[in-house]
């Protein structure tokens, strides 16, 4: 059993109108069954999905949350533009976005963009992944699965790294409830988040710096079944709710 | 940019005393640079760190909490011996284990042992993977890294994931700050999780049922320079701390 996985070399600075699934089909020579990971941040280029900050006015709430933050406040402002829940506003805000993902200052990023403008989420990330793969499937007649990925932090643990904010061609979760373990037992509580697994080491070859690749293709990775609920109900989620709470107090 | 990703094919179900290093170097020919990945369970069984819950009395405090959990009484005191604190009691135990993990039901587990028996996670990590690495290096004179995995829950996203317990020959978050984007800006916060963007991955290759491998080599990975402070310390653990409090309520 061998994965190849493989850096998408040579794409150029991407930005709004290109043609993405086209400059990395110039690029990769795509097998049946291959998984395209592709950095949330050159999909909102190629789509324009970018901000300039000088067109926003930051409301009271904006002006409010950046001076704890010590943010640009139309910066804030773009954040709340994006999320549909704040969970914290400080020392950062985290929010959830419409998609259901829950994330430090709603995605919006000024890295790797032009002074003043920002990059935000793609409001649509599952369309964007069928999107890509219907493209790819279009150009090179091979059924490839994509992954829409960002970076971000996490509870209890120092560090960002790559989580999946939108799919296709796959599960989010292998679900193996029902399976059996090494002796025989039934398994009941395991379901393993694999677009995440494979969106955090796409992150790895994908780096945060100049010398970043943003796309990244997984070979000869097993099939697997599952289900798409990736993201808790508020009445599930544990730690939404006692952050919540923290709020209010 | 190629990785190569390898599941370790063939090794027996590990027993109490088995040479996991030597057992592995039979089926790998390894070479300088690789990573490999073991999972926590298949190192604790090699070691010995498992309990026969028959031997096992439960506290007032583990009866109090089963109750609630709905878990047997010998399985929760199991955890909290395991636990240097505990976040969350139901409806299961999040707990820190002394390496300054957080997880939940502090990585204790039933599955792929025999009936009646639990393996624990190691009670060194850190020293567990420094042993391994050095007991490759002995037998192959190969400079291998060594990443000991976990599958964990997280927040806000269901499904758990792959992440490192333990770590040598490499730090655990490679940090940017200081670095330059694309666009020659000074990166300020950014620092990636590698250790746990490695592991989540090898997880996939792992699996969980009894198709499962336990061991996965990287090959070909780059190198990266930063630190081990993984752990946030108490202060700085925003969600540990809504955590503690509405268990207090």
């Known amino acids: 059993m061998e994965i190849q996985v493989i850096g998408v070399q040579?794409?150029?600075?991407?930005?709004?109108g290109d043609d993405l699934p086209a400059?990395?089909?110039d690029r990769v020579t795509f097998e049946d069954g291959d998984i395209l990971t592709i950095a949330s941040s050159v999909y909102s280029k190629a789509k324009g999905f970018t901000r300039d900050l000088a067109t926003i006015t930051p409301s009271a709430d904006a002006v409010r949350i950046a001076a704890k933050t010590k943010e640009?406040?139309?910066?804030?402002?773009?954040?709340?533009?994006s999320s549909s829940d704040i969970l914290l506003e400080h020392p950062f805000i985290l929010?959830?976005?419409?998609?259901?993902?829950?994330g430090v200052r709603a995605g919006v990023d000024h890295s790797n963009i032009e002074d003043g403008r920002i990059?935000?989420?793609?409001?649509?990330?599952?369309g964007a992944a069928a999107e890509i793969r219907d493209a790819i499937q279009r150009i090179t007649k091979k059924d490839v699965r994509v992954i829409i990925t960002d970076t971000c932090g996490r509870s209890f643990r120092r560090g960002q790294t790559g989580i999946a904010i939108g799919w296709a061609g796959m599960t989010a979760i292998?679900?193996?409830?029902g399976d059996t373990d090494l002796?025989?037992?039934?398994?009941?509580?395991?379901?393993?988040?694999?677009?995440?697994e494979i969106a955090a080491f796409a992150n790895f070859l994908m780096g945060e710096s100049h010398q970043g690749v943003p796309?990244?293709?997984?070979?000869?990775?097993?099939?697997?079944?599952?289900h798409d609920a990736v993201y808790f109900t508020p009445e599930e989620d544990i730690v939404r709710a006692a952050l919540k709470k923290s709020k209010k107090d």
């Open 10 to 16: 040579g794409l150029p600075l991407i930005r709004k």
């Open 23 to 25: 400059l990395i089909c």
């Open 72 to 81: 640009d406040p139309r910066f804030v402002q773009a954040v709340l533009d």
């Open 95 to 102: 929010s959830e976005v419409p998609s259901g993902h829950i």
């Open 119 to 126: 990059i935000i989420l793609p409001p649509d990330p599952m």
């Open 174 to 177: 292998n679900d193996y409830r």
């Open 183 to 196: 002796f025989g037992h039934v398994l009941e509580i395991t379901e393993e988040a694999v677009v995440d």
């Open 215 to 226: 796309a990244v293709v997984f070979r000869n990775c097993r099939v697997w079944n599952g």
